[in-house]
């Protein structure tokens, strides 16, 4: 137990200050050129309904993520490697972020 305790206080002094919050709204979307075969199924399931002014559909996912970083600079370092690593898949994916401050 104590020696948690310690590995815990070694890690805090250790660590650099964490200094801001930042929130990183994330948009994956499909590169020009790759199917979107959900896009084409809502489209065709929107035409069913009725809904014939629709003229295409494009599907894209959205992420809110909060991270601590000392500045922006390194929150938008890591916000790319965090979209690079899992979000988006580079060969079929691009990607774009807005970073800003929490209040």
Request: charge should be neutral; hydrophobic fraction near 50%.
């Amino acid at each position: 137990m104590v020696i948690g305790m310690i590995n815990v206080l070694i890690r805090i002094v250790l660590s650099p200050a964490v200094v801001e919050m930042f929130v990183a709204d994330i948009r994956i979307k499909l590169k020009k050129g790759v199917a979107d075969p959900e896009g084409k199924n809502t489209r065709k399931a929107l035409e069913l309904l009725g809904f014939s002014e629709v003229a295409d559909v494009k599907t894209s996912k959205f992420f809110s993520i909060r991270l601590d970083a000392q500045d922006e600079a390194s929150a938008k370092a890591a916000v790319d490697r965090i979209c690079l690593a899992l979000l988006a898949n580079p060969v079929i994916n691009e990607y774009s972020f807005e970073l800003r401050r929490e209040a």
